[in-house]
């Protein structure tokens, strides 16, 4: 039998993991939204680079498609060029051509959407299983591996198709902080950052509070290279229920089955049957396309991520404890809530959303649900008919649940936000400096002010006008853009991918004085 782990454990409120200092800092909210939501950010990231900040970021928050894209670009190995996987910087709209839209160059985080049409993806699913003979439970990482992750080296399997390697952020951080618990462990066996200078990557998710029940309320399920889990303790309230929660361990120690004991705030626990990856927790991120393939593939039952989780807050569990987990848009679909209980000062929040900017004489404003849920407000009709329905639809992704801002403001970012786009043509941005509310569910303290930078996916009118006739009729003819579907559309075309793209960048660095006002 394989030597017991030894995992530090964390309960945020009196021994939170030793991230570095946030609090004065500048950070990403990434949003979800499958390939849209990634391809979005491939534009934001290469206009922070263009603009010369993106090294000055300290932090991003990810959700879901956000995260597919941001993990890659956090653990892209040195081998990889960053311009290339960014993609080539056009500041004039005007020099862009249908030919250079339908290229994509080897390397480019673009390709990614490329692979994941939805016949392809039943395909590989089909593949792995008779290859691999995976568990139904560990197909969608699989998948996630080989159609996304497995482009720049970060999915490297064993013989039977399951990862080899954890991750955390440094070599020196396992010499320092798990190597000495674990002699057996070394940094060889993790996937590491191999470019200096990254930011730290928070990778949101939620879990199921009952093991049995996929349809239960959602908890906040986050992981750091520090640390993993649900950082408040949620009490039992339904039955076959259990309290869940109460910090974080290490994230190599994930899929521990059972502790064996606690002393201090070190558990000693049985080993995971198989590493807990980076594409593990960007799979969990993303779940919601797991639920969509199930539906659409019956054979492949069981197909949304499972894991062993033990509560931080009641470690020492009589059985092994085997609990579902769910989309991280599925309860937060921003990515702001996670950066609040770190106290971060200022935050781009990147809302690349399916669903559009509208308003219109004598009807209410429409914008994605997640936005009014920060900001206590019941989400309207017009705006949940055209939000993700796995987002709409989340049992206890409620105001009461979620609210962080005071209601009053909301009214403010849409204002703004409808005077920049729809009054003025332009990108669909808006700065406000809000007081953050409490709230226990995200453990989040509440008192100050956070400075927010609002970038929302939209139509901009302006940048049409700036294209050639042929680029503009090119893109004119893309179903749905820029608010391509999350499940209808998670396979994209090359046109359909830099198109997005290069409307991401321009928005950011047409309003560059804006951007950089962030960064001081």
């Known amino acids: 039998m394989a030597d017991n782990f030894v995992t530090s454990l964390y309960p945020t409120t009196t021994n939170p993991p030793q991230e570095p200092d946030l609090t004065n800092s500048v950070g990403l909210a990434v949003s979800g939204g499958g390939s849209r939501a990634l391809t979005c950010a491939m534009g934001q990231y290469r206009a922070l680079k263009y603009l010369g900040v993106l090294d000055k970021v300290a932090v991003i928050s990810s959700v879901s498609g956000g995260t597919w894209a941001s993990a890659s670009f956090v653990y892209l190995p040195s081998t990889f060029d960053d311009d290339v996987f960014l993609g080539p910087a056009t500041a004039d709209p005007g020099s862009l051509t249908v030919a250079g839209l339908n290229s994509l160059a080897q390397g480019c985080l673009g390709n990614a959407p490329t692979r994941l049409h939805w016949d392809s993806i039943i395909e590989v699913l089909f593949h792995l299983k008779s290859k691999y003979h995976y568990s139904n439970d560990d197909l969608w990482q699989g998948l996630i591996g080989e159609r996304i992750f497995g482009l720049w080296n970060l999915w490297q399997v ?30 060889s066996q993790f996937t590491l950052q191999q470019k200096p200078g990254r930011p730290l990557l928070i990778m949101n998710s939620s879990i199921f509070s009952n093991q049995d029940m996929r349809g239960a309320r959602l908890l906040p399920f986050e992981s750091t290279p520090f640390g993993t889990g649900v950082r408040q303790t949620f009490p039992a309230i339904g039955p076959g229920e259990r309290e869940i929660g109460g910090g974080l361990i290490q994230p190599f120690a994930m899929g521990s089955p059972t502790v064996d004991s606690v002393t ?18 960007a799979s969990i991120s993303s779940a919601a396309f797991a639920q969509t393939v199930q539906d659409k593939v019956p054979e492949v039952d069981c197909l949304v991520p499972r894991y062993p989780y033990w509560p931080v807050a009641d470690p020492v569990q009589p059985q092994e404890l085997l609990y579902w987990f769910a989309d991280g848009g599925s309860l937060e679909n921003s990515g702001i809530c996670s950066r609040l209980a770190r106290g971060v000062a200022k935050i781009i929040s990147l809302v690349n959303t399916q669903t559009p900017l509208q308003a219109g004489a004598g009807a209410p404003i429409t914008v994605d649900s997640t936005v009014q ?41 849409l204002n703004g936000l409808v005077d920049a786009n729809i009054n003025n043509g332009g990108p669909a941005m808006f700065k406000q400096t809000l007081n953050v509310l409490k709230n226990n569910n995200f453990d989040i303290p509440g008192g100050g002010t956070v400075d927010i930078l609002w970038v929302y996916n939209t139509a901009v009118p302006n940048w049409i006008k700036l294209l050639s006739p042929d680029v503009q009729s090119a893109v004119n003819g893309l179903s749905h853009f820029p608010n391509y579907l999350t499940i209808e559309q998670l396979g994209l075309s090359a046109i359909e991918v830099n198109a997005l793209a290069e409307l991401s960048f321009w928005n950011l660095v047409s309003n560059g004085e804006m951007v950089k006002s962030m960064f001081g």
């Open 373 to 413: 849920l920060l900001f206590g407000i019941e989400p309207d009709a017009a705006s949940v008919s055209l939000t993700e329905s796995y987002v709409a639809s989340g049992p206890n992704a409620t105001p009461d649940f979620v609210q962080v801002f005071e209601s009053t403001k909301y009214y403010d970012l």
């Open 158 to 187: 064993s013989g039977d198709g399951l990862p080899l390697y954890y991750y955390t952020d440094t070599a020196a951080t396992v010499q320092n902080s798990i190597t000495p618990n674990n002699p057996q462990i070394m940094a």
């Open 264 to 281: 201090g705030n070190l558990a000693t626990v049985a080993p995971p049957r198989r590493p807990f990856s980076l594409v593990d927790m």
